[in-house]
């Protein structure tokens, strides 16, 4: 018999016992569920200002609705900030560390995120997404601090993304798997679509911007062939999938086995994506999944942040699939 839907946070109730989740955890998850959708409501009409003439608020105009992501990072840290759960926020769009304002009470939990990554896809329709992680505060002042926001991923306490696709799905994990909820919007709830997600173990599609391919390490390239290079054993050449929004790259490899690479280039060798907004709470997920996340010499999730904006050359995918990068990249290979 069908479980009937499960809403998001009838699915943390129902765990909490088991996975011990806190109540201001299950809490966040809530109000990043109810921020996303709002997102969604206006990524979904984001094509249609110019047509409809939609001008909602008076100081809406097309250019404003084209910065999604600052509409995006607003909602969230508006609907985050007064709930007495934060002790700092920092986001992908801002410089410096975002504190509590006074008014409102701090809680232990810190939360990074990008608002809305890939939204230069907007245009074109393609699927965007936001992305979190949440720590616990580790420095002594009440008020977080740069320290809190530092953290190795191997202290994620939860992370996850929203994808705002042909439908608006929430992927989270807190340590006990990774589980996908679809937004109904006739009900305006996550629905539990995807329990239990596991990346398949088999890789069949790699994902990566073959444009920068002489911009590559040699080694890199190597890999890059042997990926195209027929194999029957391995299933190779694997299917080249790339869109260009990581968000929508990453879940697909989730869903479907692949492995998403941007490695870094011989001008920039930490890469083009960020440390603590995209490489931690993804390579969590991944590995949450059964999967892994690696530079190619290292553990993502093991890295000491230095800076906020840190970026890393970011591989992500099935853990064999990794291995095998890993000694490419190390010249094993
Ligand atoms: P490139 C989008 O701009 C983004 O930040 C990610 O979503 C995406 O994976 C990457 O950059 C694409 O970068 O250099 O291949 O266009």
Request: net charge negative; with cysteine; aromatic share 10%.
């Amino acid at each position: 018999m069908s479980m009937g839907a499960v809403n998001l946070s009838r699915f943390l109730v129902e765990h909490e016992r088991q996975w011990g989740i806190e109540r201001g955890l299950q809490d966040l998850l809530n109000n990043i569920a109810f921020a996303s959708k709002i997102v969604s409501r206006e990524v979904n009409k984001a094509g249609l200002v110019e047509i409809l003439g939609l001008t909602g608020e008076t100081n809406v105009q097309g250019e404003e609705v084209q910065k999604l992501d600052m509409f995006a990072e607003e909602t969230f840290i508006h609907a985050l900030e007064p709930l007495g759960l934060l002790a700092i926020m920092t986001d992908e769009e801002q410089d410096e560390i975002i504190p509590i304002p006074d008014k409102f009470p701090t809680g232990p939990y810190v939360f990074l995120f990008d608002p809305l990554d890939g939204s230069s896809n907007i245009d074109a329709n393609v699927s965007i997404g936001t992305i979190f992680a949440i720590y616990r505060k580790i420095s002594k002042a009440e008020r977080g601090v740069l320290e809190d926001c530092l953290q190795p991923g191997n202290q994620i306490e939860m992370a996850g993304y929203v994808i705002y696709g042909s439908s608006t799905m929430l992927v989270f994990s807190c340590g006990h798997g990774v589980h996908g909820f679809t937004l109904d919007p006739s009900c305006g709830e996550f629905l539990l679509s995807h329990p239990d997600i596991c990346m398949p173990e088999k890789t069949k599609n790699f994902s990566v911007n073959e444009g920068n391919y002489f911009k590559w390490e040699k080694n890199i390239r190597n890999y890059i062939d042997y990926c195209k290079t027929p194999d029957k054993e391995s299933g190779r050449p694997y299917s080249g999938r790339y869109i260009g929004s990581l968000v929508a790259d990453f879940h697909r490899n989730l869903l479907y086995g692949g492995i998403f690479l941007y490695p870094g280039t011989k001008d920039k060798p930490g890469g083009k994506l960020r440390l603590l907004y995209e490489g931690n709470p993804l390579s969590y997920i991944a590995e949450q999944a059964g999967g892994a996340g690696t530079t190619g010499t290292e553990r993502i999730l093991d890295i000491k942040p230095d800076t906020i904006h840190q970026r890393i050359p970011l591989i992500i995918g099935p853990k064999k699939e990794c291995d095998i990068y890993d000694k490419f990249a190390k010249g094993k290979i």
